[in-house]
């Protein structure tokens, strides 16, 4: 099967720095990517990991280790606007993403 | 760029009605479309994944003669949910990818309601 899983929910007050972590198995590996999903809204791009290592996007950070099957998004000097959740996607074969089950961060003053 | 649109945006419908969601990338050409079904806080799932004049291929478990999925042209995929009942209730999202890039576009997706 091939499942990614996220802690459900991530807790963090404004200004601070948080990680959300995903840990994947799948059948056929071609990179992780990274969206963020407001309620009732369309998941947006974030960034995407091919290799392994860091990449960096203004306050958001993504990393892969494929041989620890691991990533994580760093989000940091977070703001109120940042409450949302977020997804980490596998791509595999044909194109496809494979959904992470998503995580529930909550920005607080 | 990179834009694509849904409509309807909402849609309530009776149980054994049929409702089409169309899917249009809006400034790119889509080498590819993918229809998601996402549950209140749940994650995406994927349906199936339509070619231009391809049949589209569904995900495992997902029923082909309920979802019926066309992809008539380069800017357009529709799904059609027939004989829709109330578990059909969920949040369609559309996306679509351009050959020859990774990322995929996502459509600001459909409420579906069904009473």
């Not at chain 1, 369309?42 to 892969?64: H, I, K, V």
């Not at chain 2, 357009?76 to 576009?105: K, N």
């Given at each position: 099967?091939?499942?990614?899983?996220?802690?459900?929910?991530?807790?963090?007050?404004?200004?601070?720095?948080?990680?959300?972590?995903?840990?994947?198995?799948?059948?056929?590996?071609?990179?992780?990517?990274?969206?963020?999903?407001?309620?009732?809204?369309?998941?947006?791009?974030?960034?995407?990991?091919?290799?392994?290592?860091?990449?960096?996007?203004?306050?958001?950070?993504?990393?892969?280790?494929?041989?620890?099957?691991?990533?994580?998004?760093?989000?940091?000097?977070?703001?109120?606007?940042?409450?949302?959740?977020?997804?980490?996607?596998?791509?595999?074969?044909?194109?496809?993403?494979?959904?992470?089950?998503?995580?529930?961060?909550?920005?607080?003053? | 760029?990179?834009?694509?649109?849904?409509?309807?945006?909402?849609?309530?419908?009776?149980s054994?009605?049929?409702?089409?969601?169309?899917?249009?990338?809006?400034?790119?050409?889509?080498?590819?479309?993918?229809?998601?079904?996402?549950?209140?806080?749940?994650?995406?799932?994927?349906?199936?994944?339509?070619?231009?004049?391809?049949?589209?291929?569904?995900?495992?478990?997902?029923?082909?003669?309920?979802?019926?999925?066309?992809?008539?042209?380069?800017?357009?995929s529709?799904?059609?949910?027939?004989?829709?009942?109330?578990?059909?209730?969920?949040?369609?999202?559309?996306?679509?990818?351009e050959?020859?890039?990774?990322?995929?576009?996502?459509?600001?997706?459909?409420?579906?309601?069904?009473?």
């Amino acid at each position: 099967g091939q499942s990614l899983e996220q802690p459900s929910e991530v807790t963090a007050v404004e200004g601070a720095i948080v990680q959300i972590n995903c840990t994947y198995q799948t059948s056929g590996f071609y990179g992780l990517s990274w969206y963020q999903q407001h309620d009732g809204g369309a998941p947006t791009f974030l960034s995407y990991n091919a290799l392994d290592g860091l990449e960096e996007t203004g306050r958001f950070s993504s990393f892969l280790s494929r041989s620890d099957s691991y990533g994580y998004l760093l989000l940091q000097e977070l703001q109120m606007k940042d409450s949302a959740s977020y997804f980490c996607a596998a791509h595999t074969g044909f194109q496809k993403l494979v959904f992470g089950t998503g995580t529930r961060l909550l920005v607080s003053p | 760029g990179a834009v694509v649109s849904q409509h309807p945006s909402w849609v309530i419908c009776k149980s054994g009605t049929s409702v089409k969601i169309e899917c249009r990338s809006l400034d790119f050409q889509a080498t590819t479309m993918f229809w998601y079904r996402q549950f209140p806080k749940q994650s995406l799932m994927l349906m199936a994944t339509s070619n231009e004049g391809s049949k589209a291929t569904y995900e495992q478990g997902v029923e082909k003669d309920k979802f019926l999925i066309n992809h008539a042209s380069l800017t357009l995929s529709t799904l059609t949910v027939t004989s829709a009942h109330p578990e059909d209730s969920s949040f369609y999202i559309c996306s679509a990818r351009e050959d020859p890039g990774y990322e995929q576009y996502f459509g600001p997706g459909t409420r579906l309601t069904v009473t």
